[in-house]
Nanobody, 114 residues
Framework: QVQLVESGGGLVQAGGSLRLACATSGFIFDIYQMNWYRQAPGKQRELVATVTMSGRTSYAGSVKGRFAISRDNAENKVFLQMDSLKPEDTGVYYC????????WGQGTQVTVSS
């Protein structure tokens, strides 16, 4: 069974950094694109970053230059390094993969205070 487990969220001041991790199991990690989404209260879930099988990355304009997605195929993990955090980055961050069926982790809360 596919499982995604996020960790690393927390409370941080504006300008600070957090590193999120997503531990995965139940599928052949190496061949799938991995994604990070986030959802703020009262807002739609939005795509934040993607990393392909080959390591190619893509970012939402709002986080470009501040966030970096990466993957460790040896550990079946995907990471999201978040620097220069802003209050508007606050939300629940989710790891996601489409293996023919879409899977989501439980999410990890990120709160950025001013």
């Amino acid at each position: 069974q596919v499982q995604l487990v996020e960790s690393g969220g927390g409370l941080v001041q504006a300008g600070g950094s957090l590193r999120l991790a997503c531990a995965t199991s139940g599928f052949i990690f190496d061949i799938y694109q991995m994604n990070w989404y986030r959802q703020a209260p009262g807002k739609q879930r939005e795509l934040v970053a993607t990393v392909t099988m080959s390591g190619r990355t893509s970012y939402a304009g709002s986080v470009k230059g501040r966030f970096a997605i990466s993957r460790d195929n040896a550990e079946n993990k995907v990471f999201l390094q978040m620097d220069s955090l802003k209050p508007e980055d606050t939300g629940v961050y989710y790891c996601n993969v489409d293996v023919g069926r879409v899977y989501w982790g439980q999410g990890t809360q990120v709160t950025v205070s001013s």
